[in-house]
């Protein structure tokens, strides 16, 4: 708290509105309005643009400079040095683990990757061409079927215990729904391999087989996870945190994540990037793009372009760009003729002044693609991708939400509609 104060002068009121400032330990200070209701005004701010619905201590995000923290620790570094358990920890606890301490925490997520018979005849209940972030939805929802009874959020070890079958099962669900699509028998996980080893294994193993995962491609997925982890209060995890607030089931509440992330504005952006440079199909058809990605009639985006908070560049995509070019020479296909159409695309929009001066950069997903793509990863597969790397973020907001005192999230709204009126007499 601070005792700096702001003042809100309005026609009509007789006084000023004095309303509290609460200090950050960096990044924007807040001005409270919670009291403003008490006046007769509410705010108004269509896309939370200037609004901050909670306080949080998990991550930070300058949009002006690149940059991003989780915990205090920047991206870059955790992408480098840290792996996708550790960042689940840390995101988590606050703190990095001792080894002991990972250990510990990896061992309890794998020792609840197994998915109950239920969720795993629902996922094949679905037609083979179901999109899987559909499957993904549905049975992260039956999650709340399966483990209903025997959770009370108000209990710490309750909420652990969740975040193990969370953190533990999405990668067994997103193998079965890629599977299931494909018409191959599941595989069990693994808990011998690591994290994103035993998700290779489930998805592209073969039942019966022994595991037989490249280590380049265990590590690039373990890199994607962790630059898909968390991302303060994107459209996913507002949401999360207002469906949590009404005090539901932690497994719906991560489904409404699920719904929301799915959206071609945010985290289907990478599949929507994918299938737009399928349509460009060559370097000479990229004028032809941008010049209706800046044509205010037609619809059409550049997709991966832009960012509600970055007006500088995505810290995310500087690291993806790297591990791109690294995950096509290891993997023999540095001749990628996509990547040679999104360097160029992403080299003109740069020097484009549309884009300059609508501060429109390569974010998150517009590199990510390509690496799955890389990797033999269906386009439907890439938002489930997400998905997997952002369940850890969705629920550390979760769970720093209902390990203290909550409200329910109630927005209000400018009404403009009708004013009281008589029903007609007949
Ligand atoms: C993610 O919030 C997060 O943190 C999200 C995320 C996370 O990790 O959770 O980072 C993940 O969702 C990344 C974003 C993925 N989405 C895309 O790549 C889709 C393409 N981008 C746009 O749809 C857009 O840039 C958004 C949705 C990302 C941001 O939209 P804003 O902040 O609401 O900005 P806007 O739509 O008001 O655009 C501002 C101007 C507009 O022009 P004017 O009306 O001012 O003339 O910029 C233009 C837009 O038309 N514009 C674009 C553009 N993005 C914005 N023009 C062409 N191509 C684009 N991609």
Known sequence: MTDKRARLTVDGLEAPIDLAIHSSSVGPDVIDVSGLTKKGYFTYDPGFMSTAPCESKITYIDGGKGVLLHRGYPIDQLAEHSDYMEVCYLLLNGELPTDAQKKAFSDAVMAN??????????????ARDAHPMAIMGSAINALAAVYNNDIDISKEEDRLQTAYRLIGQVPTLAAMAYKHSKGEAFIEPDASLSYAENFLHMTFGKAGEKPNVKPVLAKAVDRLFILHADHEQNASTSTVRLSGSSGTNPFAAIAAGVATLWGPAHGGANEAVLNMLDEVGSVENIDKYVAKAKD????????????????NFDPRAKVMKVACDEVLVELGKEDEPLLDIAKRLEKIALEDDYFIQKKLYPNVDFYSGIIMKAMEIPTEMFTVMFTLGRAVGWYSHWNEMVSAPYKIGRPRQLYTGYTQRDYPQK
């Open 296 to 311: 205010k009639a037609d619809p059409f985006r550049l997709m991966g372009f832009g960012h509600r908070v970055y007006k």
């Open 113 to 126: 990757a197994k998915v109950d018979p239920s969720v795993a005849n629902l996922i094949k209940s679905f």
